[in-house]
């Protein structure tokens, strides 16, 4: 009985480790894709600033 409780425990220690890492994970991947993807709308919003050009306006 005392080690079905410490391979229950066991197991439990493990899958909460093993989800973590998961979770973790999951968590940096989802924060470099949101600040690639700032620095790429700070750049194109930049771009679009500096470029002038032609103002085109939209006639209803």
Known sequence: MFWKIVGGLLLAWVAFMVIGS?????VKAV????LIAGAGF???AAYG???????KQIRS
Request: proline share 0%.
């Open 22 to 26: 998961l979770v973790g994970f999951l």
């Open 49 to 55: 600033a500096l470029k002038g050009g032609d103002k």
């Open 31 to 34: 924060f470099w894709i949101a």
């Open 42 to 44: 700070l750049g194109a």
